[in-house]
């Protein structure tokens, strides 16, 4: 079972910043889309952001202007700067991993999640 860690969470009052970052393994090869959903209390996941090997990205639109998403290739990892945090921004932060390889094929691995709580 692939494990991708992630750190960054925790309690943040609104209009701070935080940044969240999940780490893949260096064992896996052709990382595809790296990305960030989001679950809030009593509600479905979400798209946060995500962002392509060559750097493409797509934002949810509750955070277009606050969040930006980056990576670093070499070290499998995935960031998300959070900007001007709002009390909405509560929620669980799930990383996900997507690409192909030859050994594994088409994969997709998902984070245990960090909470993330701003308080008004």
């Known amino acids: 079972q692939v494990q991708l860690v992630e750190s960054g969470g925790g309690l943040v009052q609104a209009g701070g910043s935080q940044r969240l970052s999940c780490a893949a393994p260096?064992?896996?090869?052709?990382?595809?889309?790296m990305g960030w959903y989001r679950q809030p209390p009593g509600k479905q996941r979400e798209l946060v952001a995500v962002?392509?090997?060559?750097?493409?990205?797509n934002y949810g639109d509750s955070v277009k202007g606050r969040f930006i998403i980056s990576r670093d290739n070499a070290k499998n990892t995935v960031y998300l700067q959070m900007n001007s945090l709002k009390p909405e921004d509560t929620a669980v932060y799930y990383c996900?991993?997507?690409?192909?390889?030859?050994?594994?094929?088409?994969?997709?691995?998902w984070g245990q999640g960090t909470q993330v709580t701003v308080s008004s």
């Open positions: 996900e991993v997507r690409g192909r390889s030859f050994l594994r094929g088409e994969y997709d691995y």
């Open positions: 260096g064992s896996i090869t052709g990382i595809n889309a």
């Open positions: 962002i392509t090997r060559g750097g493409s990205t």
